[in-house]
């Protein structure tokens, strides 16, 4: 079974940074893409951030390119998420999810894409 734990969220105003952790078991990481994706209150899920299996690699939602960074540490099966000029409407749970198909290279931003998802970290920017 495969179990993905989210670390890293918290209270932060705004124009700070945070980074989150995902540390995935039950299977081999290193043959699998990663993605974080995001819920606010109200909303529904959308994706934010994806690496593929090789880290070579990544993907952003518009609304976070040039702010936020995905990278991957294959020797201790962890996937991050570094989040910079957080704005208020950076707002909501953070989810990191594995790749159903493995060895992809490709943009994966659909839910569907994934089939194990973490439990989720809430992000909270204050202005």
């Known amino acids: 079974q495969v179990q993905l734990v989210e670390s890293g969220g918290g209270l932060v105003q705004a124009g700070g940074f945070l980074r989150l952790s995902c540390v995935a078991s039950?299977?081999?990481?290193?043959?699998?893409?990663m993605g974080w994706f995001r819920q606010a209150p109200g909303k529904e899920r959308e994706f934010v951030a994806a690496?593929?299996?090789?880290?070579?690699?990544?993907y952003y939602a518009d609304s976070v390119k040039g702010r936020f960074t995905i990278s991957r540490d294959n020797a201790k099966n962890t996937v991050y998420l570094q989040m910079n000029s957080l704005k208020p409407e950076d707002t909501a749970v953070y989810y990191c999810?594995?790749?159903?198909?493995?060895?992809?290279?490709?943009?994966?931003?659909?839910?569907?894409?994934?089939?194990?998802w973490g439990q989720g970290t809430q992000v909270t920017v204050s202005s």
């Open positions: 999810a594995a790749d159903l198909v493995p060895y992809s290279d490709q943009r994966r931003a659909r839910e569907e894409e994934y089939d194990y």
């Open positions: 039950g299977r081999t990481f290193s043959r699998y893409g």
């Open positions: 690496i593929s299996w090789s880290g070579i690699r990544t």
